[in-house]
């Protein structure tokens, strides 16, 4: 079992642009949960998705920000015409399921900066 | 509102000694408290507890958890240079989010 693969670590990208963020949950689990670290910050809870559903995105900026975990395929956290301000880590997590004992892994990050 | 204060936010202490790291919480409807340690890279899970007085250990690591109080300690015995890390408190919640403390930032001097 691989674990949970995101991709890229690193990422850059002039404002304006658009980043897109991948991650590939462990296998068998088919919830994942987006957060974001700013430096020197705790995580904070952006997005959590299902297979084909979004079932809150309640930590998630309106503007610029959307997520998707399609039937097949990785999620994806797109962020469209980025700021300097979105410069952060981004890690996905997944568990199998969602009850009060489940623990969620994580992938490594993705470590965009807004140039 | 529910959430998560650590204490301290950050700590320093010389390779050999025990610390204790605090995690108090307020929450609407309690589901589970998480303990994780992150280095320069993704979180990595330590305990999950759901019982009030249970202690779980890994090693030199051990954590309780106090329901009644709402708080959770992570002790660490021995410590040696490599657990230098930030360790993060969560909480699960009513909604199953994580709803994540600041991080105590944990230096162990050699």
């Known amino acids: 079992n691989a674990g949970v693969m995101q991709n890229p670590r690193h990422l850059v990208r002039r404002r304006g642009q658009e980043a897109r963020l991948r991650c590939s949950p462990m296998?068998?689990?088919?919830?994942v949960y987006w957060y974001r670290q700013l430096p020197e910050e705790g995580l904070k809870f952006m997005v959590y998705l299902q297979k084909e559903n979004i079932i809150d995105e309640s930590g998630m900026p309106k503007e610029r920000f959307s997520a998707e975990f399609p039937k097949e395929g990785p999620s994806i956290l797109r962020i469209q015409q980025v700021v300097r301000g979105d410069s952060a880590a981004y890690f996905c997590?997944?568990?199998?399921?969602?009850?009060?004992?489940?623990?969620?892994?994580f992938g490594q990050g993705t470590r965009l900066t807004v140039v | 509102e529910d959430k998560v204060v650590q204490s301290p936010l950050s700590l320093v202490v010389h390779e050999g000694d025990t610390v204790t790291l605090n995690c108090s919480y307020e929450v609407t409807n309690f589901r589970s408290l998480l303990w994780y340690k992150q280095e320069k890279k993704a979180p990595t899970f330590l305990f999950m507890l759901?019982?009030s007085g249970i202690e779980k250990k890994s090693g030199r690591l051990s954590s309780i958890l106090d329901k009644k109080e709402l708080f959770s300690i992570l002790n660490i015995t021995a410590t040696q240079t490599g657990d230098s890390a930030v360790y993060l408190c969560?909480?699960?919640?009513?909604?199953?989010?994580?709803?994540w403390g600041a991080g105590t930032k944990l230096i162990i001097k050699p």
């Open positions: 997590a997944s568990s199998p399921q969602n009850k009060g004992n489940t623990e969620a892994f």
């Open positions: 759901t019982s």
């Open positions: 296998k068998g689990h088919s919830h």
């Open positions: 969560a909480l699960k919640g009513s909604n199953y989010q994580l709803i």
